[in-house]
């Protein structure tokens, strides 16, 4: 036999010296859900809460130590009205966390991400007209909450609507607002997930009617995953993104061999809860299988990993 591939296997340093995929802590971005209330566990999520802005700080601290550099923040605010109008107001609960966030810890990148849904009483991503989501008049709205989070100190701006022409509108209200520096992480590439359904309970964000198909992507196509992100970096996005995951490396793929921008891909709530629900039941290890599934997205082209597990991720890959 001249050719016996299990020689690149035979010990651990030599496949350590072999291998071609690793995480580092840099790739690493943890959701994080923050209330105007009290810290609330969410229990679809198990060890995932919803954080108040007294308790932020300890949980920052947390995140500080395990060494991961950036966040990506969901606010959960107290009234939600029809227009969603919390997310643009400037004292709104992540408005606040935001600067909270900066003043104690300057260097951490801030995310915000970028929607109506969690703001508004129907639960939809946009404005309500006669049981649709009218497009072209939630533009604005987005723009607003871009604006209003970027001037509490966000370092990036993370629309996750679907609505098209979303990012050049952003993109020329931060311009305009003098906020030319503050990055678009735009979701390009996200499906109507079934995977999404534990985060509607963290975020208390289901639709109270219908869903959410006429905006996000359906999962039997692929071809409009690279429309989608080509226009948005048309429009202006400096970093694309997949999701969910896990089910749609196939499209990571794709889109990051096509466009010359940096991917992240969302491990989501659902895939998140899959691997916990399994972990707490001894049925998976726990450890092997996020390490593993996180390895995946990068082998598929990720760049950046946002993930629920990326604390545990952090210690974890420094006792591989
Ligand atoms: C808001 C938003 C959602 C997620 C990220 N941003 C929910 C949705 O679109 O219903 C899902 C994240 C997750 O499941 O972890 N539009």
Not at 9 to 18: C, G, L, N, T, Y
Not at 37 to 65: F, H, N, Q
Not at 153 to 180: C, K, Q, T
Not at 246 to 256: E, I, K, Q
Request: charged residues 25%; glycine residues 6%.
């Amino acid at each position: 036999m001249i050719k016996r591939p299990r020689r690149l296997r035979a010990s651990k340093q030599i496949r350590d010296m072999v291998h071609e995929i690793s995480i580092d802590k840099t790739d690493l971005i943890y959701p994080m859900f923050i209330i105007d209330g009290d810290t609330e566990e969410i229990p679809s999520m198990p060890g995932i809460k919803r954080y108040s802005l007294d308790d932020l700080p300890s949980a920052l601290d947390e995140v500080a130590t395990s060494g991961v550099n950036a966040v990506l923040f969901f606010g959960i605010p107290k009234e939600k009205d029809e227009m969603g109008s919390q997310a643009y107001n400037d004292n709104g609960i992540v408005q606040r966390a935001i600067r909270l966030t900066k003043k104690l810890y300057p260097d951490l990148i801030v995310i915000a991400d970028i929607c109506l849904c969690e703001y508004t009483s129907h639960g939809h991503c946009g404005v309500i007209e006669n049981g649709r989501v009218v497009n072209d008049k939630t533009l604005p709205l987005l723009a607003k909450a871009s604006l209003s989070c970027a001037r509490a100190g966000a370092d990036i701006v993370a629309p996750s609507d679907m609505m098209d022409g979303r990012i050049g509108e952003i993109r020329n209200a931060l311009d305009d607002g003098g906020f030319e520096n503050i990055l678009i992480m735009a979701y390009s590439v996200k499906y109507s997930s079934a995977f999404y359904g534990p985060f509607r309970d963290a975020a208390n964000s289901a639709p109270s009617f219908g869903d959410r198909k006429s905006y996000q992507m359906d999962f039997r196509n692929k071809k409009e995953a690279i429309i989608e992100t080509q226009l948005d970096i048309d429009e202006g996005a400096d970093i694309i993104m997949v999701k969910p995951g896990l089910p749609y490396l196939d499209v990571a793929r794709t889109v990051n061999d096509m466009f010359s921008v940096p991917l992240a891909i969302y491990q989501v709530s659902g895939e998140y809860s899959m691997i916990k629900a399994a972990a707490l039941n001894g049925w998976i290890d726990e450890q092997a299988a996020v390490i593993e599934s996180l390895t995946a997205m990068k082998r598929a082209g990720a760049k950046m990993l946002i993930t629920y597990y990326a604390l545990d991720a952090a210690k974890w890959l420094e006792e591989l």
